[in-house]
């Protein structure tokens, strides 16, 4: 009974019409969310919203921008193709069509998720840009503060499903001399094409898939590239034995240790690639799929930027000391003249900056501190999507967990409900 008491003192509290009679002079307004707000509406958002909306539980979803899949939309540049194979890339309850390839383009996995959203009927509210979320212990809700074009509002609600992304903000280091440097610095979420450098010196800091498919782009686009490879790197081939290499390794995963599938990769991956280490990018110690599971690190899928390092195309440098005018100063004391920088840097979780919750979420890194495949769930109805650092494959198990585990509540809530509604009838019609 103080349960739904509390309950209805909550709702009471936050009745938006309440709300807009006492607080008329503010912009601001309260609304109860009769299930979980689920922040983001990336494809792991939706991937929630789809598995929520199949068990019947109604959800609200506050994406920031004025679009799904803001990253792919927004902050991608425009060769873009999923890096795995599309079936390794699917939401629950829906396959990419047939007549889309191996692995589509960054259009057509929009064009996907698009059809996704409407296929769920999933309308996020856009423009709404959540800033603060707590649990309230006394009313026994989640508080979801959100900055919105008409103001602010807050949403009180039971669950909350955090899918803002483990790529919600780029990453930008500070360099020394960097206010000294003439060109262009810019993010990877910024670049769109190798057009606009046709002809320059462009220097691209990071050897991950984006630094790597950046420096491709550059020289398709007859710009100069170099690449800066600061820690040692797994570059795989992304197809061996005519099976896509990620396929492969997952169903080699079924019949054997993960040592051995390492041990197998890099060997046929010397044999296609050659000695990566000889163009100046050295291996790490443990192999591919370990280092991946341990750290999350995720190896290079090569689609031919080797085959341009190794024609000289592409020039490889080691960490940057310095920045200058018009140049920039390499640890091993090289100094080499550039027209613009491009920060392939990554990306990072933005959790912490709005979820004020000390328990399930690490405030260092904005991940959930339990390993996978525990991360999803957290206390007092908090959940986490899209944060195993297994992609696509890794939010959709999540958003099937979490959907699971909100219905049973949801069920066990809507009996209790029921049972308090009959008890307040006379007995002659309960
Ligand atoms: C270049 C690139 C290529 C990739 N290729 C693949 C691939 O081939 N296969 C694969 O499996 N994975 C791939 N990934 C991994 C990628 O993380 C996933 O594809 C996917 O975008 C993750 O979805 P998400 O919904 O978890 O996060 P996001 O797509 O980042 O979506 C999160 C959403 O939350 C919103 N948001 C953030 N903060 C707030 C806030 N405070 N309030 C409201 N809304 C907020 C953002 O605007 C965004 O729309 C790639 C990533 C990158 C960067």
Redesign the pocket.
């Known amino acids: 009974m103080e349960h739904y008491l509390r309950e209805r003192e909550g709702k009471q509290l936050h009745d938006p019409i309440r709300i807009e009679k006492t607080k008329n002079s503010s912009s601001s307004r309260c609304e109860y969310v009769d299930g979980p707000v689920i ?8 991937a929630a919203a789809a598995c929520l909306k199949e068990k019947g539980v109604p959800y609200v979803v ?4 004025n679009c ?5 939309q927004l ?2 540049y425009d060769r ?5 194979p599309k079936q ?2 699917e939401l629950p309850f829906l396959g990419f069509p047939c007549n889309f390839p191996t692995y589509p383009t960054k259009q057509q996995f929009t064009k996907y998720l698009e059809d996704y959203a409407k296929k769920f009927d999933i309308r996020p509210r856009f423009n ?4 603060h979320a707590e649990y309230d212990s006394t009313l026994g809700f989640w508080r979801v503060k ?1 900055a919105g074009l008409k103001g602010e509002t807050e949403y009180v609600c039971r669950c909350l499903v955090v ?6 903000e780029p990453v930008v280091p500070q360099i020394e001399g960097m206010e000294e440097f003439g060109g262009p610095i810019r993010h990877t979420s910024l670049y769109k094409s190798g057009d606009e450098y046709r002809l320059k010196r462009v220097l691209v800091v990071g050897c991950g ?2 630094g790597m498919e950046v420096c491709l782009d550059l020289c398709n686009h007859k710009a100069k590239p170099s690449i800066v490879v600061r820690d040692t790197v797994h570059v795989l081939p992304r197809e061996m034995l005519g099976k896509s290499t990620f396929g492969l390794s997952m169903w080699l995963l079924k019949w054997l240790p993960m040592r051995l599938v390492d041990r197998f990769l890099l060997i046929v991956s010397w044999l296609m690639l050659g000695d990566t280490a000889r163009f100046g990018l050295d291996r790490p110690r443990l192999g591919p799929l370990e280092l991946k599971n341990l750290s999350g690190k995720t190896p290079v899928l090569d689609v031919g930027t080797l085959a341009k390092i190794k024609s000289g195309d592409i020039k490889v440098f080691p960490s940057i000391k310095r920045l200058k005018r018009h140049a920039v100063e390499f640890v091993n004391g090289k100094i080499q003249n550039f027209d613009a920088i491009i920060l392939a840097t990554g ?1 990072r979780s ?1 959790v912490p ?2 979820l004020k919750e000390g328990q399930m979420f690490s405030k260092k890194d904005g991940f959930p501190r339990k390993a996978f495949p525990n991360g999803w769930k957290g206390e007092y109805g908090l959940y986490a ?3 195993t650092k ?4 890794g ?1 959709s198990m999540d958003a099937k967990k979490i959907a699971e585990d909100i219905e049973r509540c949801w069920k066990v809530e809507a009996k209790q409900k029921l049972a308090f509604v009959s008890s307040l009838l006379p007995r002659s019609l309960s």
């Open positions: 922040v983001g509406a990336g494809p792991s958002g939706l506050l994406e920031r921008s799904i899949a803001s990253l792919w902050k991608t873009l193709r999923l890096h795995l390794f890339c709404e840009t959540v800033a959100s899918a803002t992304g483990e790529n919600a898939n984006s990306y933005n900056s709005w999507v899209g944060f297994r992609g696509l494959l939010a």
